[in-house]
């Protein structure tokens, strides 16, 4: 894993006591789970972007990311 991938990923933070420890972004409400779900309906970044203005464009790159290496089984290296 390269430096830039290190750091998109070290935008997921996981804590238990938020949206049942599944991972999120930027320690926000907002599960990397949900995003993928909304670009696997059809939505562009755009569009998902007006919808969640709490949301960044590097979020979407990283639920991108972190599914690919989820899929390939790599090891995901959260922040606290």
């Known amino acids: 894993?390269?430096?830039?991938?290190?750091?998109?990923l070290n935008r997921i933070t996981i804590k238990p006591g938020l949206m049942g420890g599944r991972p999120t972004f930027r320690g926000l409400r907002f599960p990397v789970s949900d995003i993928l779900e909304l670009l696997a309906n059809g939505l562009t970044e755009?569009?998902?972007?007006?919808?969640?203005?709490?949301?960044?464009?590097?979020?979407?790159q990283t639920a991108?990311?972190?599914?690919?290496?989820?899929?390939?089984?790599?090891?995901v290296i959260y922040a606290a």
């Open 46 to 60: 755009a569009e998902i972007l007006e919808q969640h203005p709490i949301l960044e464009q590097l979020d979407i």
């Open 1 to 8: 894993m390269d430096a830039k991938q290190q750091a998109l």
């Open 64 to 75: 991108l990311l972190y599914a690919s290496m989820k899929v390939k089984n790599t090891a």
